[in-house]
């Protein structure tokens, strides 16, 4: 796919990453110039990464999530879409300026979704954590008075519809042939995957989605980052909410995730990061599966994991902070 340029301004090239800081980067780029935003920014949780300490002051934090989502704001498209994934700790924070954005005719929010995994936490003295918040948000055409045959978004029902309880249960001539929409909870099942591979992720009959967090251990995960999320989730994000040609970007882009799927998929990809080192390797990664198609795949052995022996981890270490915040540390997502 040929790189285009965003407009005639100072915008910058697709098919590209851009290093350093995401909100300096973006504050020089043109508005309404993307199709599709996903960020999975860091959740202040007490993570090392290579450039970046994930451990601001609570104001602080929240301040600048509140920059660099409506910097997003202004660089997508009225007929966008924008996800944003975040933990626990500030999704209150996030659904609140969220709504003020709204308010302000920025953005049109649309779903707050749960993602639901059941893989690796086992707190000693509280519940298991098991989730995570998705926030989905549309561009300022949705103002304008539509119909739900005819969104002024990127909506392709058709891409992600799944067959109803209806049509697979109870063979009601009433059922929509075309099927519905997945819910707004998301169901986590790591042992089909890790059995059956990355193909069982959406089963044809289910309107749940059945998507591991990946693991250290999983072929998919690349091993040099700490945060890594499933292709997969990102494959239905981007088929519903983006088409061919289009622009997606991710502000943090991280191991690539999000841009290897949007290149995969015939989309154009767009992306800061901070770090020099992310960036090189997530290009490599974004690259290859623009060139074969197919999603990420390391054995163990290249990861330099042994069955039986604990692994020494070549990812990011956590911070030393007070005992209460390294308790906290222990039950995050990643």
């Given at each position: 796919?040929?790189?285009?340029?965003?407009?005639?301004?100072?915008g910058?090239?697709?098919?590209?990453?851009?290093?350093?800081?995401?909100?300096?980067?973006?504050?020089?780029?043109?508005?309404?110039?993307?199709?599709?935003i996903f960020?999975?920014?860091?959740?202040?949780?007490?993570y090392?990464?290579?450039q970046?300490?994930?451990s601001r002051d609570?104001?602080?934090?929240?301040?600048?999530?509140?920059?660099?989502?409506?910097t997003?704001?202004?660089?997508l498209?009225?007929?966008?879409?924008?996800?944003?994934?975040?933990?626990?700790e500030?999704?209150?924070e996030?659904?609140?300026?969220?709504k003020?954005?709204?308010?302000e005719?920025?953005?049109?929010?649309?779903?707050?979704?749960?993602?639901?995994?059941?893989f690796?936490?086992?707190?000693?003295?509280?519940?298991?954590?098991?989730?995570?918040?998705l926030?989905y948000?549309?561009?300022?055409?949705?103002?304008?008075?539509?119909?739900?045959t005819?969104?002024?978004?990127?909506?392709?029902?058709?891409?992600?519809?799944v067959?109803?309880?209806?049509?697979?249960?109870?063979?009601?001539?009433?059922a929509?042939p075309?099927?519905?929409?997945?819910?707004?909870?998301?169901?986590?099942?790591?042992q089909e995957?890790?059995?059956?591979?990355?193909?069982?992720?959406?089963?044809?009959?289910?309107?749940?989605?059945?998507?591991?967090?990946?693991?250290?251990?999983f072929?998919?995960?690349v091993g040099?980052?700490p945060?890594?999320?499933?292709?997969?989730l990102?494959?239905r994000?981007?088929?519903?909410?983006?088409?061919?040609?289009d622009?997606v970007f991710?502000?943090?882009?991280g191991s690539?995730?999000?841009?290897?799927?949007?290149a995969?998929?015939h989309?154009?990809?767009l992306?800061?990061?901070l770090s020099k080192?992310?960036a090189?390797?997530?290009?490599?990664?974004?690259?290859?599966?623009?060139?074969?198609?197919?999603?990420?795949?390391s054995?163990?052995?290249?990861k330099?994991?042994?069955?039986?022996?604990?692994?020494?981890?070549?990812?990011?270490?956590?911070?030393?902070?007070?005992?209460?915040?390294?308790?906290?540390?222990?039950e995050t997502?990643f």
């Amino acid at each position: 796919m040929p790189e285009t340029t965003l407009a005639a301004s100072a915008g910058p090239k697709t098919d590209s990453i851009a290093t350093g800081d995401c909100l300096k980067t973006m504050a020089k780029w043109p508005a309404a110039c993307v199709d599709l935003i996903f960020a999975d920014p860091p959740y202040n949780i007490g993570y090392k990464y290579d450039q970046y300490e994930d451990s601001r002051d609570d104001h602080e934090y929240i301040e600048w999530t509140e920059q660099w989502i409506t910097t997003c704001a202004r660089l997508l498209k009225p007929t966008g879409s924008m996800y944003v994934l975040i933990g626990d700790e500030y999704a209150a924070e996030t659904r609140v300026h969220l709504k003020r954005l709204e308010r302000e005719h920025q953005l049109v929010f649309r779903n707050w979704m749960i993602w639901h995994y059941t893989f690796g936490q086992n707190c000693k003295a509280k519940f298991n954590r098991s989730h995570a918040h998705l926030f989905y948000c549309v561009g300022t055409a949705a103002f304008d008075k539509w119909s739900v045959t005819d969104p002024p978004f990127v909506f392709n029902r058709q891409a992600i519809a799944v067959p109803s309880a209806r049509q697979t249960t109870y063979g009601d001539r009433r059922a929509n042939p075309k099927g519905k929409l997945p819910d707004d909870t998301w169901y986590l099942r790591p042992q089909e995957v890790e059995k059956e591979g990355i193909e069982r992720y959406f089963g044809p009959e289910e309107d749940t989605w059945y998507l591991s967090r990946l693991c250290g251990t999983f072929n998919e995960r690349v091993g040099w980052h700490p945060c890594q999320l499933p292709e997969s989730l990102l494959e239905r994000i981007v088929r519903v909410s983006s088409n061919e040609g289009d622009v997606v970007f991710d502000p943090f882009v991280g191991s690539g995730t999000t841009l290897a799927v949007a290149a995969r998929m015939h989309r154009h990809w767009l992306g800061c990061e901070l770090s020099k080192e992310y960036a090189r390797k997530a290009t490599g990664r974004i690259k290859q599966a623009a060139e074969t198609g197919k999603a990420h795949q390391s054995t163990q052995a290249d990861k330099g994991i042994v069955r039986g022996q604990p692994k020494k981890k070549a990812e990011a270490h956590k911070s030393r902070r007070d005992q209460v915040a390294r308790e906290s540390q222990s039950e995050t997502l990643f």
